[in-house]
Nanobody, 125 residues
């Protein structure tokens, strides 16, 4: 059974940094694309950043490009999201997810499954 668990969220002032982690079990971590998604109150869940199996490709939404960095540690089956220069509009519940298809690449939410419980990120102005 595939499971993911996010951690690392919290309350931070604008301009600050956080590092989110996502531990994955039950699948061959480096054979699946992984992604970070977020959902703010009253809004739909959106893709923030994804990394392909093997780490060769990455995607960042325009709103986080240049501020966030996605990475993975295959030995620890862990996905990270380094978030710098945080803004109040980054406030949301952040979710980690694994792609449904082994070896496939995309960063579209419908293509992902096995969602974690999320970790809350709150950025104060």
């Amino acid at each position: 059974q595939v499971q993911v668990a996010e951690s690392g969220g919290g309350l931070v002032q604008a301009g600050g940094s956080l590092r989110l982690s996502c531990t994955v079990s039950g699948l061959t971590f480096d054979a699946y694309s992984m992604g970070w998604f977020r959902q703010a109150p009253g809004k739909e869940r959106e893709g923030v950043s994804c990394i392909s199996w093997g780490g060769r490709r990455t995607y960042y939404s325009d709103s986080v490009k240049g501020r966030f960095t996605i990475s993975g540690d295959n030995a620890k089956n862990t996905l990270f999201l380094e978030m710098n220069r945080l803004k109040p509009e980054d406030t949301a519940m952040y979710y980690c997810a694994a792609h449904k298809v082994r070896g496939a690449w995309s960063c579209r939410e419908p293509d992902f499954a096995t969602w974690g419980q999320g970790t809350q990120v709150t950025v104060s102005s």
